[in-house]
């Protein structure tokens, strides 16, 4: 039976599929599960409070209810909670294995941390390198999704999400995650175009239940999922170094918005919406954000995994009604 390995978010899973290890996202897990919030009830009752991320609360909740064995922890490069919530899992027995992303995205440092990876997982270079040639088919695929989804109008901004946000581990079998992916965009090669305000999603995946049928269902149309792309790697003809150097997510909000606003002028964006969750130190961002962009900003903020409140339906409406006049 093949080793299931969990992660607190993306890392070089190559490495994990060129292990045989079943690599599982553990965000993915939560964040689809019929009822996300009772991971969050385990992680309260085992003492967490109420005052913190609830992604961080929903990782632990899942690791303890499936009984996850290994997680591998981004301790550089995602959450500021990381750290202690590697502290509490080894406490409770799992093995944590850390892996960092260079704060100031040296390649030497990255190449590095990548080779202790793939020692830790008894992985050689010729082994990576097959499953590598293999994943990129993958990904050649999500970044066909991602050009029907602007350029030909052919698939929703919620599908472009969960595509592009499931990446990160491929449902656990690249290959079986392949097929799905080449039927579903099969299917939406005969489907009708769409049509709305073209808007660009920005920042990390929504805890909000219904955001996306909310704001498709008023006449927006999110072209651009901004770290959901970053999760596909759409990055070719380089190493696995060089791809998760230019993967931009771990080094910063400069380096995401280097790429948000070559990305935004492309799809021809004409607002942005700025997710953030509640608690997480990502919210100042912000600030920099709205100085940086001269488009229109909406900044929605959310904390539980459940549908949008009325206020912020009305503040979305009142966003798209602006950008309608405009």
């Given at each position: 039976?093949s080793?299931v390995?969990?992660?607190?978010?993306?890392i070089p899973?190559?490495v994990?599929?060129?292990?045989?290890?079943v690599?599982?996202?553990?965000n993915?897990l939560f964040?689809?599960?019929k009822d996300?919030?009772h991971?969050i009830?385990?992680?309260?009752?085992d003492?967490?409070?109420?005052s913190?991320?609830?992604?961080?609360?929903?990782?632990?909740?899942?690791?303890?209810?499936?009984?996850?064995g290994t997680?591998v922890?981004?301790?550089?490069g995602?959450?500021?909670?990381?750290?202690?919530?590697?502290?509490?899992?080894s406490h409770?027995g799992?093995?944590?294995?850390?892996?960092?992303y260079?704060?100031?995205?040296?390649r030497?440092?990255l190449?590095k941390?990548i080779?202790?990876?793939?020692r830790?997982f008894?992985?050689?270079e010729?082994?990576?390198?097959?499953?590598?040639?293999?994943?990129?088919s993958?990904?050649?695929?999500?970044k066909?999704?991602d050009?029907?989804?602007?350029?030909?109008g052919?698939i929703?901004?919620y599908e472009?999400?969960v595509?592009?946000?499931?990446?990160s581990?491929?449902?656990?079998?690249?290959r079986a995650?392949?097929?799905?992916l080449?039927?579903?965009?099969?299917?939406k090669?005969?489907?009708?175009?769409?049509?709305?305000?073209?808007l660009?999603?920005?920042?990390v995946?929504p805890?909000?239940?219904?955001?996306?049928?909310?704001?498709?269902g008023?006449?927006?149309?999110?072209v651009?999922n901004e770290i959901?792309?970053q999760?596909?790697l759409p990055y070719?003809?380089?190493?696995?170094?060089?791809r998760?150097?230019?993967?931009?997510?771990?080094?910063?909000?400069?380096?995401?918005?280097?790429?948000i606003?070559?990305?935004i002028?492309?799809?021809n964006?004409?607002?942005?919406i700025?997710?953030?969750?509640?608690?997480?130190?990502?919210i100042?961002?912000?600030?920099?954000?709205k100085d940086?962009?001269d488009l229109?900003i909406?900044t929605i903020?959310?904390?539980?995994?459940?549908?949008?409140?009325t206020r912020?339906?009305?503040?979305?409406?009142?966003?798209?009604?602006m950008?309608?006049?405009?």
């Amino acid at each position: 039976m093949s080793r299931v390995v969990g992660f607190t978010t993306t890392i070089p899973v190559e490495v994990l599929f060129a292990a045989n290890c079943v690599p599982l996202d553990l965000n993915n897990l939560f964040i689809t599960d019929k009822d996300p919030i009772h991971f969050i009830e385990i992680a309260e009752k085992d003492g967490f409070p109420r005052s913190m991320c609830n992604w961080t609360k929903g990782i632990y909740g899942v690791v303890k209810e499936k009984k996850i064995g290994t997680v591998v922890t981004v301790m550089v490069g995602d959450c500021s909670n990381t750290e202690a919530l590697s502290e509490i899992l080894s406490h409770k027995g799992v093995e944590v294995i850390p892996f960092a992303y260079p704060y100031d995205r040296d390649r030497d440092t990255l190449k590095k941390e990548i080779e202790k990876f793939m020692r830790l997982f008894s992985v050689d270079e010729s082994a990576l390198k097959k499953v590598e040639r293999e994943i990129q088919s993958v990904r050649r695929l999500l970044k066909k999704v991602d050009e029907l989804t602007y350029r030909d109008g052919l698939i929703s901004g919620y599908e472009n999400h969960v595509w592009l946000v499931q990446a990160s581990d491929m449902k656990g079998d690249y290959r079986a995650y392949k097929e799905m992916l080449k039927s579903f965009l099969k299917e939406k090669m005969e489907g009708e175009k769409r049509e709305g305000i073209r808007l660009a999603y920005v920042g990390v995946p929504p805890i909000i239940l219904d955001l996306y049928e909310f704001i498709e269902g008023k006449g927006g149309y999110v072209v651009f999922n901004e770290i959901q792309r970053q999760f596909s790697l759409p990055y070719f003809r380089c190493d696995i170094v060089e791809r998760y150097l230019r993967y931009t997510y771990p080094y910063g909000i400069f380096a995401r918005i280097e790429d948000i606003r070559r990305e935004i002028r492309k799809r021809n964006v004409k607002g942005i919406i700025h997710y953030v969750q509640t608690f997480c130190f990502r919210i100042m961002e912000d600030l920099i954000l709205k100085d940086t962009f001269d488009l229109p900003i909406l900044t929605i903020e959310g904390e539980l995994p459940k549908p949008l409140d009325t206020r912020t339906k009305l503040r979305i409406e009142a966003f798209l009604e602006m950008l309608k006049s405009r």
